[in-house]
Structure formats: C-alpha cells, structure tokens
C-alpha cells in the first residue's frame, strides 16, 4: 500500500492571505492599553512596522502577498498533503486520514510562512535588528533564516528548559545568524526580576516575550516579531488551509474534522481559518484545538483580559488564559508552553465555533512513535498533540464504522527532538496534569478591566 501524496504547482501557492475577521460571528475584542481604552495604531508603532500594524487591526477579507515573500515562499510551497493509507491501514480504520505536511520548509516547521513576511515588512520599514522569543526553538529558526535573508540582526530570547533540552535548535539558529541568549536572563528588567524571585526559573514563553519587548521598545533601531497569537501572525499562516482546500478539492474530498496543535495558535488559526466561512455557510465540520494538559489554556483557562507576557508590557487582550505569571512544567512541547492564547481563537473558542481538548504527554509520544512507524516522518512533540487526536479519532470510526475524513497539520519534523524521544522510549517520561489550586491562584492575578 503507498500513501497518497497530493500536490499543488507553484502557480497555485495562494497570492492572498485569508483575514478570518469579516466572517466571525461577532467583532473581535480590541486590545486595551494600560488605561483600558483600545490601543491605537501609534502605540504599537515603538514594535512593529507600518504594515504589520495595519494588517493586526484591518477588516479586508484578503491581504496580497508581496511578491518578495512569495518568491520565497516558492521554495517550499506548496507544502505537500499526504493521505496516510498506511496509518489507516495499521489502525484498522474505515476513516480516512490526510495530513498536510508543513516540516518541508528549511527551517523545518511552518513557522517561516510568517518569519518571512515580518522580515521582508521589517526590512521595508528600514529596521535592521530584531528581538524576538522561542519555545522549543521552531519560531527562533524561522526568524534567525528570514533575518539572513533581508539582512536583519536576530536576537532570540529562548526559554531556558528549551535551550537545554534541544542544543541543536540552537545551533540552528546561530548557524543562521541568530544571536540565542537563555531566558530568564540578567540582561533585561523583566529577566532579572524573574532570576530575583527564582533563581533556578527555568522559563516561559511568557517571560521571554517580556524580555523581547522590553529590548525593542528601548531601542529605536530595533523591532519586535512575534511568532504565534497576534492577528498578522494567523494572517500570514492561512496558506496552510488555503492550499489544503485546494488540495483536497484535486482528489474530491472534504474533511469532516480537522484537528491542530495548540500553543498561541498560529497552527490553529492557519489551518482552520480558511474552513471557518464554510461552517459559517452551514457546512457540517469540526475544527478542534488540541494543547497539552500541562498547559490547558483553552479547556481550563479563564476567557478575560489579560497580559501576554509576564512583565505585563504587551496591550491587554482577551483570551482564554491561565494567568500571565503562569509556570508551566518543563514539556517537551516547548512551543505549546503558553499561559494565553491567540484572542481571534480564544474568542471563536468561546462562541462555539472551535472546538478543544487537552492529551496528556505520554499519549503524545506514543502516537508520534506509532505514525513515524506508520509514515517514516519523525514529527516533532507540538505536532504529536494533533497525531494523538487523529488517531483517537479514527478508531472511534473502527468502533463505530463510521468513513470519516480526518484531516491534521503535521506542522513540524522532530529531527531536532531525538533526545525526547530518547526519553520516552527509556520510560523517563511522565505525565502532568496541572493542579487546580495552581491554577485558581494563577488566575487570581488577572488585571482588573
């Protein structure tokens, strides 16, 4: 039995970016500044570029890609969509499983579609260095390589369990040009402040992101790029759906649930975005967020404003939350470690139209175990949430006989993930639940809005 690999040309990689906002039930909530009114365009301009601000606040349904990005987004996109008849085949399922394979990109996951846009915007804007953070170093790779592209200095901020756990993202990164500095860190406020309180921190996405901020907005020749939760993030990661649309479209078919990893939710938003107005339109599909349950900002979280890093530097948004001086256990899904979530999500989340659940870390490695036998691909731990869930999935349809379509992002490949998995195979994982009590006191110091 071979798999089915389904492909797009060049001339079909998308000229427009999908902008979900004129088609959710409701206007989205507005990011607040420390006065609790909406946040101009004038306070974000100390971070961002021009035309990053103007697409996280336009309401034009699709954004052009400029022909500079998409030049480069030829060499890798379209990205390829496989059916994986051999899983289906090792599962004994009458479902029919598809995933759309974003571990092709040089930089190996799907976070360059966004790294080089905000490079090529950043460039345009005349900026010549970058501050950013990374979790399991994905987002840190893509930037350091969009960096070398333009011409732009990268600075990341990684979370230290990451830094550890996974040297040779790190090595990526300085092979590309990205200076890598282990967060918390002594050379920033917020870093400092953290290493005073806990001197053994080791880290969060959202501590990173406070030391981020914290250099970019103190140095005019230097900009922030984040690479998950903001509105241009997700925009700029809709090529995923859309070509995934199209693929499918080639062979007829059209998924009954799609299912994504879950951090800040630029997997989410990217895939499933693209999918929404056809719900919208009355079409039966499920699009369902899967996170770990280390880390259940969606399904245990608070829907409120809130600060998306520790330090409390970035504009409030609302978004289901765990509270933003949230510490989460060492994972080895670094990039799912996050206390927030992306609001466009948070807010469909909470009106019905997404779905989520939470898989425990076990789970997650064992279904990445069983589709790499299945597949050949090694997937990294983020995209193994997604694995886990399809899997499930399908054998409810062995149990239930029903010939699902099941659609998942594989958004990355683990190759830089061995010592992980050199854990799981020796037995020295384990899961965690997140206490309750943990939780409720990390929620009791929401900001008052």
């Keep these: 039995m071979t798999d089915h690999k389904i492909l797009l040309s060049e001339a079909e990689i998308p000229t427009h970016w999908y902008n979900v906002i004129p088609d959710m039930p409701n206007p989205p909530a507005p990011y607040l500044g420390p006065d609790g009114q909406p946040v101009t365009p004038e306070a974000l301009s100390a971070i961002f570029p021009p035309a990053i601000i103007e697409q996280e606040m336009t309401q034009e349904r699709w954004i052009k890609i400029p022909d500079p990005v998409r030049e480069i987004l030829r060499q890798w996109r379209p990205a390829p969509m496989f059916r994986a008849l051999q899983l289906e085949k090792m599962l004994g399922t009458p479902a029919k499983i ?117 250099e970019a907005a103190s140095r005019s020749d230097t900009n922030y790029a984040l690479g998950s939760v903001l509105n241009h993030v997700l925009l700029h990661q809709t090529v995923i759906g859309l070509e995934s649309k199209a693929q499918l479209a080639k062979v007829g078919d059209y998924p009954d649930v799609i299912f994504a ?30 996170e770990p349950t280390s880390c259940p900002t969606l399904t245990k ?45 948070s807010q469909l989340y909470h009106e019905g139209v997404l779905e989520a659940i939470a898989v425990p870390q076990l789970a997650t490695f064992e279904a990445g175990v069983l589709f790499s036998r299945a597949q050949g691909i090694i997937p990294a731990p983020e995209a193994c949430h997604a694995i886990r869930a399809a899997i499930d999935e399908a054998l409810r349809c062995k149990e239930t006989g029903e010939a699902k379509t099941i659609l998942f992002t594989l958004s990355g490949h683990g190759h830089f993930d061995m010592a992980s998995y050199d854990q799981y195979l020796a037995g020295k994982l384990e899961d965690y639940e997140y206490p309750d009590d943990a939780l409720a006191e990390a929620l009791k110091q929401l900001p008052k809005v």
């Excluded at 930089?107 to 490079?119: E, F, R, W, Y």
């Excluded at 939710?265 to 699009?287: E, Q, T, Y």
């Excluded at 949230?326 to 799912?336: K, Q, R, V, Y």
């Design 301 to 345: 979280g608070h829907y409120a404003y809130d600060f998306g890093d520790v330090a409390g530097l970035t504009p409030l948004m609302k978004m289901f939350t765990l509270g933003h001086n949230f510490m989460p256990p060492g994972i080895h899904a670094g990039g799912l470690r996050y206390h927030g979530d992306s609001a466009l999500v």
């Design 98 to 214: 598809y995933y759309k394979y974003e571990g092709v990109s040089a930089a190996g996951s799907h976070k360059l579609n966004s790294a080089v846009a905000q490079a090529y915007y950043n460039q345009q804007a005349g900026i010549k260095r970058l501050t950013t953070e990374t979790g399991a170093g994905q987002w840190g790779s893509s930037l350091s390589l969009a960096g070398s592209m333009f011409g732009i200095d990268v600075r990341v901020y990684m979370v230290k369990v990451s830094y550890e756990q996974k040297p040779f993202r790190r090595s990526m990164m300085e092979t590309w040009g990205g200076e890598v500095i282990p967060s918390p860190s002594p050379f920033t406020d917020a870093g400092r402040a953290v290493l005073e309180a806990d001197p053994d921190n080791r880290g969060s996405l959202g501590t990173a992101i406070s030391e981020a901020v914290e």
């Design 261 to 290: 990893p879950c951090g800040g939710g630029s997997n989410v938003g990217g895939m499933m975005f693209p999918f929404l107005a056809d719900k919208a339109a009355g079409k039966d599909i499920r699009l369902v967020a899967v």
